[in-house]
């Protein structure tokens, strides 16, 4: 998922409380790739919802997107032109659909927060190249992400990946730290100036999660309240990971499986 937010102060997270982050992370991981496995023709986005609140159910992982703030589902399912926050409905995808599932869980009190987009069967090579940059995109800011370096750096290493292929970005939603809470200080932007924000700390962990459009980013929201659309009608892609801030390299993913 992807706020905005309030201004709160950012929580820094000790090496053992990232350990204790990691099986949230793990579990966020390796049920995306499950789930991408069962993506097919054919296949309605509930099944892929049910399968997610039957696994956490048998293991105790909370689904962290049900109920929060009143979504009704486990996954958030965005179909071509939704960009985040799709509901898992009855939906039946078709080949050349491109999807994108967000997924968060909670494991003993932390929470992981993951996404990505993939094509159902065979898709467009314009699809196919969108699915590349953002995913790009997303590789850019990981590596980018350092102790030390300022928060616009990293908003402008995604952007310069999408904005460079001809792309959009999506300014309205963001990414965010993750801890105890799945939206915590800082906003992390997937736009930015070299050299301006805040300066990255030792102990931040967040959420970057670049949302790029093949036309214009500006966005609407469905009647239901939740899901994000290209206001032009235009595919749009989502890449997401929950990274920890490392003073030597690149971020670490706690979202791989
Ligand atoms: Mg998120
Ligand atoms: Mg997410």
Known sequence: MANGQRPRQVILKTEDEIDRMRPAGQMVGETLNELFEMVK??????????????????LDVIPTFLGYQGFPHTICASVNDEIVHGFATDRVLEEGDIL????????????????????VGTISPEARRLLDVTSESLAAGISAARVGVRKGDIGAAIQEVIESAGYGVVRGYVGHGVGRDMHEPPSMPNYGRHGSGMTMRRGMVVALEPMATIGDPATAVLDDGWTVVTADGSLSAHFEHTVVLRPDGPAEILTQA
């Open 41 to 58: 023709p054919g296949r309605k986005l509930s099944e892929l919802d049910r399968y997610v609140l039957e696994k956490f159910g048998r």
């Open 100 to 119: 994108s599932i967000d997924l968060g869980a909670t494991i003993d009190g932390w929470v992981g927060d993951s996404a990505r987009t993939e094509g």
